[in-house]
């Protein structure tokens, strides 16, 4: 019988699990595990190359698993892990290393905009990250990996290094194929400009407390050419009325709307901030229910079912390359 096709992806700690990381990749997370075999991991790995020590997100770690739970990652259906939970994920970095020339990782834009992000820690893990997220996806043979589209250019790269790995050494691993929410490959941030990041804290959650939506949503900068709410909006260049095409299946009427200046922009954000706290209201109850013991039991059991699966990976990467067995397993 077919191997039933593997979905991976991962979410690094460095902040709350915000509207870009759920319509851009997360709602894509819940709805692949009815037809793959599923991964998600907590890239703690990831992490360090902005935050050094990992027990300076510990409770960071917590809530974005907890978060996971909430919007419908079930630990029964999906493998729920930590990174650093398969250590041979840096052995594999390392021999995908050796047949990814220089080139190809200089030219990732991902590395250029964290160097002007965080100028003062330019570190090698940096420029080695998509190696690493090549080594995450490959090590479980992923076949589809559900991201938003500011990941679109790893993605390509980690075809290109499974391309020429399986040229080199024969055929270890499937090419996988990049998943995007077509309605949401990319949410902006508050700041109506960059996109919505953990990093650049210019986000909205998802199941935070209703008074921190309120604030954020709050936040938003809206359309810059209106200055009075007696003058007419522009919509289509209003970041708040992007979001409520995501939120209200009537949105274009609310469009007119503001349009015509019969709704201000404070009015649209108090109605987007109350319909996006009451859609997740449903996730808030599930976290409420959670506790840090389930979160260890899962993470736990989900360690174990990585490793298994990567640890098989492995045997085979490393007969591929000609090196020796493990010793030990
Ligand atoms: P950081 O600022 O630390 O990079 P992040 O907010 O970009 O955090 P990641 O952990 O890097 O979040 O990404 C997790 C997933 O969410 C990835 O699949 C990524 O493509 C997706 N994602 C992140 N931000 C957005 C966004 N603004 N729009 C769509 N998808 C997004
Ligand atoms: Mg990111």
Redesign the pocket.
């Known amino acids: 019988m077919a191997q039933t096709k593997r979905s991976l992806?991962g979410?690094?700690v460095?902040?709350r699990f915000?509207l870009?990381?759920y319509?851009?990749?997360g709602i894509n997370y819940v709805r692949l595990q009815d037809e793959y075999e599923s991964y998600i991991f907590v890239?703690d790995y990831h992490t360090l190359t902005?935050k050094p020590n990992a027990h300076d997100f510990t409770d960071d770690l917590y809530d974005m698993v907890m978060d996971l739970i909430a919007i419908g990652i079930d630990p029964e259906r999906t493998v729920l892990y930590r990174q650093s939970a398969i250590p041979k994920v840096a052995e594999l970095t390392l021999l995908l290393a050796m047949v990814t020339p220089l080139s190809w990782v200089q030219r990732v834009p991902t590395f250029k905009e964290k160097v002007r992000d965080q100028p003062d820690n330019v570190n090698l893990g940096l420029f080695e990250y998509p190696v690493l997220q090549c080594a995450d996806i490959v090590i479980v043979k992923g076949d589809v990996v559900p991201?938003?589209?500011?990941?679109a250019a790893h993605l390509e790269l980690t075809r290109e290094i499974t391309r020429r790995f399986n040229r080199t050494y024969g055929e270890v691993f499937p090419e996988p194929q990049i998943v995007l929410n077509p309605d949401?490959?990319?949410?902006k941030g508050t700041d109506g400009k960059a996109?919505?990041?953990?990093?650049?804290k210019n986000i909205v959650g998802v199941t935070d407390e209703p008074e921190v939506i309120r604030k954020q949503v709050h936040s938003m900068v809206t359309d810059t050419k209106r200055v009075y709410k007696s003058q007419p909006g522009h919509p289509r260049s209003c970041n708040v009325c992007a979001f409520y095409k995501f939120f209200f299946d009537d949105w274009e009427h609310y469009w007119e709307l503001c349009r015509k200046a019969e709704i201000g922009c404070n009015d649209k954000k108090k109605l987007l901030a109350e319909r996006i706290i009451e859609r997740f209201a449903p996730f808030r109850e599930r976290r409420a229910g959670l506790t840090r013991e389930y979160v260890d039991r899962v993470l736990d059991a989900g360690a174990e079912r990585a490793q298994d699966v990567a640890g098989r990976t492995m045997v085979e990467v490393r007969q591929a390359v000609g090196l020796p067995p493990y010793r030990d397993r």
């Open positions: 992806s979410i690094r460095t902040g915000h870009g990381n319509l851009g990749a890239a902005t991201v938003g589209r500011d990941q949401a490959p990319l949410v996109k919505m990041s953990k990093s650049l």
